[in-house]
């Protein structure tokens, strides 16, 4: 036991000086993430259209909240949950463009195997199971042709 608390003496600078180490390095991440997010903010504050992914999104939340913009779109809005998009929105968004894969859509609400989602559904589900109007988009450029064609038979139109 003796042993255990000179160990403890010895060290106790090291530790003080870890522990005051590791305060700054968490202080210098939170000035980095608000100096990006400062910057983003910088580039698009006066586009006439925010376009976000689902991934940036769910980080950028708060920065798109501040910027207010007019338009959105949101690109994978299948994978958005609808509360994390509206936290993000503001009452200055008076366009909102949701574009995502409706097949995705129907298979996670039947993995839920209620045939709905709930809480953790996307606007873009919710709409879509209410009937309303959408417009599929009828060419994609990002996958390759081989591949392309073999999915060709899941989305009919």
């Not at 997010?37 to 980080?59: C, D, E, F, N």
């Not at 366009?95 to 039947?110: E, F, K, S, T």
């Amino acid at each position: 036991h003796l042993c255990t608390l000179w160990l403890a003496k010895q060290h106790e600078p090291t530790y003080v000086e870890l522990s005051r180490l590791a305060e700054e390095y968490e202080r210098l991440c939170k000035d980095k993430q608000n100096l990006e997010r400062s910057q983003i903010a910088a580039a698009v504050r006066h586009a006439p259209l925010l376009g976000i992914s689902a991934t940036a999104l769910g980080i950028l939340a708060p920065v798109i909240a501040t910027l207010r913009p007019s338009v959105v779109l949101v690109h994978q809005a299948a994978d958005v949950p609808e509360a994390t998009l509206l936290a993000a929105l503001g009452p200055e968004t008076g366009q909102l463009i949701l574009v995502g894969d409706r097949c995705g859509a129907a298979r996670a609400a039947d993995d839920a195997g209620t045939g709905w989602s709930g809480a953790r559904a996307s606007m873009f589900e919710r709409l879509l199971f209410a009937g309303l109007e959408y417009a599929p988009l009828q060419r994609q450029r990002r996958m390759v042709p081989s591949i392309a064609r073999l999915l060709a038979p899941l989305y009919p139109s």
